[in-house]
């Protein structure tokens, strides 16, 4: 039967000599015979163990894990224990990683919108990403709010057109006003803006916020920290900041 030396087995296996010498300083290959110098020699056997413990460790199993296992009488009691576990680390790794990806893109693509790059750009784009979903909560709390005026409306003008009942929509029209400036003020209270310039988080006036030009994402106002007029990123308000909304 062929005997081979540290250096042929770590050849043969793909590894190095350190690797084979820590496998045996942590029991798990222990070679299968020593010479009268103290050389190690490993069998076919070991060869076989060898490639094993590899396998298991490409597929992310740690030492401790192997080590029981390959002491088990019956390792097939316990590999598919073993691998299940390994299977959901892996899974919680492989979400964190595409997390991590998903915010990486989308920081450089907000950057593409950046004039001045600095580093407070990349905080108020840092800030925005974190509010991403608060903000989005928000948003669908309104809409859904809304529907059930969305169907009174069209309900009052088919009951006005074809039947004549008119205070239907009236009745619809008081509704709907008293909803927009209930869920606005309720709105406001719960977003802030970032200044562009500054880079400050702020509250402004309900008044001044509601009757100001906006777009999806931004509001025009006016910075209370330095007095910048112009469009201010709009973010869910988290974190205490100063003003009265």
């Known amino acids: 039967m062929s005997k081979y030396t540290t250096g042929e087995l770590a050849k043969l296996c793909g590894v190095t000599v350190r690797t084979v010498q820590y496998y045996d300083t942590r029991g798990i290959l222990v070679p299968s015979e020593l010479t009268e110098g103290g050389r190690r020699l490993y069998s076919e056997d070991d060869v076989k163990r060898m490639r094993l413990i590899c396998f298991l460790r490409e597929l992310g199993l740690s030492i401790e894990a192997i080590r029981q296992l390959l ?35 989308e920081l450089k693509s907000a950057l593409k919108s950046v004039r001045e790059f600095s580093l407070e750009s990349i905080g108020d784009i840092a800030y925005t990403m974190k509010n991403k979903k608060e903000l989005k909560k928000l948003h669908t709390t309104m809409l ?60 402004p006036s309900f008044k001044e916020a509601f009757w100001a030009r906006h777009t999806p994402a ?26 009265d909304a």
């Open 71 to 105: 002491s088990e009488k019956d390792p097939g009691s316990v590999i598919s224990l073993l691998l299940g576990q390994q299977e959901e680390t892996l899974k919680n790794e492989i979400g964190e990683r595409q997390e991590k990806l998903q915010k990486l893109l």
């Open 144 to 203: 859904l709010t809304g529907i059930p005026l969305c169907v009174m409306q069209w309900s009052a003008i088919v009951l006005w057109i074809t039947r004549g009942i008119w205070w239907l929509f009236l009745a619809w029209a008081i509704a709907a006003i008293s909803w927009g400036i209930s869920i606005s003020r309720w709105y406001f209270r719960k977003t802030a803006y970032i200044c562009p310039q500054c880079h400050e988080v702020f509250k």
């Open 218 to 243: 931004t509001r025009r106002l006016t910075c209370p920290f330095c007095g910048h007029h112009g469009f201010c990123v709009e973010v869910a308000a988290i974190e205490e900041v100063k003003g």
